[in-house]
């Protein structure tokens, strides 16, 4: 079991900046990737950045230059720098964990269930 709580969202005007952080606890050892996901508004949930074990991050095109993920090194806590929002960047945002049972005797290889998520954390930029 792995836990995601998130903290950091609020309201900001475009072009200012947040910071988001997910405070993970419980089996870190078999989390292998993590990553910001956000639901907008009526809109579907969709990936915002990911971060690998070793350090591969990804990015949404529409965040690229813009948002920043990174993990400290315990791994147990995921922060999203975000700057220059805009306003269609509102969303809530949420954390989750990609996990795998096997990493003790096979590392860590994609595909991870992605199981865990936190509670999100709303993100609203106005103009």
């Known amino acids: 079991q792995v836990q995601l709580v998130e903290s950091g969202g609020g309201s900001v005007q475009a072009g200012g900046s947040l910071k988001l952080a997910c405070a993970a606890s419980g089996y870190i050892f078999s989390v292998c990737e993590m990553g910001w996901y956000r639901q907008p508004p009526g809109k579907e949930r969709e990936l915002v950045s990911s971060i690998t074990r070793d350090g591969a991050a990804n990015y949404a095109d529409s965040v690229k230059g813009r948002f920043t993920i990174s993990q400290d090194s315990s791994w147990t806590t995921l922060y999203l720098q975000m700057n220059s929002l805009k306003t269609e960047n509102t969303a809530v945002y949420y954390c989750?964990?990609?996990?795998?049972?096997?990493?003790?005797?096979?590392?860590?290889?994609?595909?991870?269930?992605?199981?865990?998520w936190g509670q999100g954390t709303q993100v609203t930029v106005s103009s």
């Open positions: 989750a964990a990609g996990t795998t049972d096997n990493r003790a005797r096979s590392g860590c290889r994609p595909p991870y269930d992605y199981t865990y």
